[in-house]
């Protein structure tokens, strides 16, 4: 209680008097309107609390349409045909791989992608030798990390096959070990291209690869629409087997 509140009372009481059997107490009502205001505070503070609760409820379900509005997910597409994606499922049964979507298409081949069980991807392409796309690759750990953050990947598939994901990219220079293509990237930053190695044969007759050397990289070049370099992805390397003692092998193509 404050000093105003005994001279308020006087006054009214000088004003307005009222019969000794319905004087009220003066600090009962004091007391009352104090727990009142401390209602109507306890009130506020949940409706603050309620509301602040609903713009974040709205907010999240605002920013899951926009997701869903502009695409995040790098696997956005059309869904596969069943021979494609019970193929890439097949892959690598261990990882679970999920039904599939297509990605890109590339004089007449197919890109195909889906997650994995585990939160990695696993791509496909068809071939003339592989119709169904049963050769793939797999991505995760760090690729898969990039990719969820809207990254640049590069990878090859049979039927040499080779695609990836650039999304600011108009198009990708496949070069190394004899190569050197160019293929576009489509609206959905996905691309497809055939990277067969050039030179074969003489390379088996030679015991080497054509620019000499035992080893060399296939590197996947990205070209934004102003013709800069963006970055630069392995897509596999190219090296010439051999035994311990030197004798020539073969030739092998694995993921860089």
């Not at 319905?22 to 949940?46: F, I, K, M, P, Y």
């Not at 195909?112 to 939160?119: I, K, V």
């Not at 007759?205 to 970055?231: E, F, W, Y």
């Amino acid at each position: 209680m404050n000093e105003i509140e005994p001279r308020l009372r006087s006054e009214l009481e000088r004003l307005v008097p009222l019969p000794s059997a319905s004087q009220l107490n003066w600090d009962d009502v004091v007391h009352r309107a104090g727990n009142g205001r401390r209602r109507r505070l306890v009130r506020s503070r949940r409706t603050v609390v309620v509301a602040i609760a609903l713009v974040l409820l709205i907010g999240g379900g605002v920013a899951l349409a926009a997701s869903a509005l502009f695409g995040d997910d790098p696997l956005t597409g059309p869904p596969a045909p069943p021979e494609n994606d019970t193929a890439l499922r097949a892959l690598f049964p261990p990882y679970r791989i999920g039904h599939a979507t297509q990605l890109a298409e590339y004089e007449g081949r197919k890109l195909f992608g889906a997650r994995t069980a585990s939160g990695g991807y696993c791509f496909s392409a068809t071939s003339p030798i592989d119709p169904k796309g049963e050769g793939g690759h797999c991505v995760y750990k760090a690729e898969a990390q990039t990719l969820d953050a809207g990254g640049t990947v590069a990878f090859a598939m049979s039927g040499a096959s080779v695609g990836g994901y650039a999304p600011r990219a108009k198009t990708v220079r496949v070069s190394g070990a004899g190569i050197d293509l160019t293929f576009p990237v489509g609206q959905n930053g996905w691309w497809l291209g055939v990277a067969p190695l050039p030179g074969m044969e003489r390379m088996m007759r030679l015991h080497r690869l054509l620019n000499g050397k035992d080893r060399d990289s296939v590197v996947a070049t990205n070209i934004g629409p102003d013709g800069q370099v963006l970055g630069r992805d392995p897509l596999m390397l190219v090296a010439i087997a051999r035994t311990s003692d030197g004798r020539f092998v073969g030739i092998s193509m694995a993921p860089d």
